[in-house]
């Protein structure tokens, strides 16, 4: 298992609890958009706690990025790197990942389960290949909505924001559920990307059978 240690260069606020980081590119390190790799902050006492992360960045980028929700009730991982600066280093490790985009479809996102998506969207727009694509994105606030603005760049229209609690003007308040998906998805032989919390995974892909998805064409983090 070989691991890199790479510098942070630059951070973002993107959210109010979720930051961009821009870090150092090991010489060959290749990934495809939606995949992740485990990341530890090298400092003493957390150089084994390694955690997925999601590359938001493209290949052909210089740097890589990793935008990440900071997850403020425990001391972990994430909190640690939200307190690191540019200079602080990370410690990377293999590539791997099972989300990847096989053809036009519904994204069906919650909160940080978003990640593996950006950089598909991102490689999308750049190959102008968006078309036929939708956003189901759901959040607890409009606060708490990543690159909310990129997205509607990107997709205009089919980026569709749902706000479970939170009913705000422009955004689709509740859940996205059996009711939600019957009345928005117009094809189920189309791909459907799913990610986020593990219990919406698993509620997600059951309605989506339900509703005549072939389990073939329900991509998910398994």
């Known amino acids: 298992m070989e691991s890199h240690i790479v510098k942070i260069k630059t951070i973002k606020q993107v959210t109010h609890d979720v930051k961009s980081f821009r870090i150092e590119k090991p010489e060959g390190y290749v990934f495809t958009p939606g995949q992740a790799t ?16 999601t590359f938001t960045s493209l290949n052909n980028e210089p740097t890589l990025e ?27 490790h293999d590539v791997w990942g099972a989300i990847a985009y ?4 519904y994204f069906i996102a919650g ?3 978003i990640t ?6 991102r490689q999308l727009h750049r190959d102008n290949q968006t078309k036929g694509n939708t956003l189901f994105f759901s959040n607890k606030t409009a606060a708490d909505v990543i690159y909310e603005e990129e997205f509607k760049n990107i997709l205009g229209s089919d980026a569709i924001n749902i706000l479970s609690r939170e009913q705000k003007d422009g955004y689709e308040n509740g859940k996205i559920d059996e009711d939600y998906l019957r009345k928005h998805v117009t ?3 189309k791909h459907f990307y799913v990610c986020g919390p593990d219990k919406m995974i698993a509620d997600i892909n059951a309605i ?5 998805a072939s389990a073939d064409s329900v991509v998910f983090e398994k």
């Open 38 to 53: 485990e990341i530890a902050v090298n400092k003493e006492g957390w150089k084994d706690e390694r955690r997925p992360f």
């Open 66 to 92: 990793f935008t990440i929700k900071r997850y403020a009730d425990h001391n972990g991982v994430t909190n640690q790197v939200h307190q690191l600066v540019p200079g602080d280093e990370l410690i990377l």
């Open 102 to 105: 096989k053809g036009p479809g």
């Open 111 to 113: 909160g940080a389960g």
């Open 116 to 121: 593996p998506f950006i950089a598909i969207l």
């Open 187 to 189: 094809d189920f032989s």
């Open 208 to 212: 989506l059978e339900k509703l005549g």
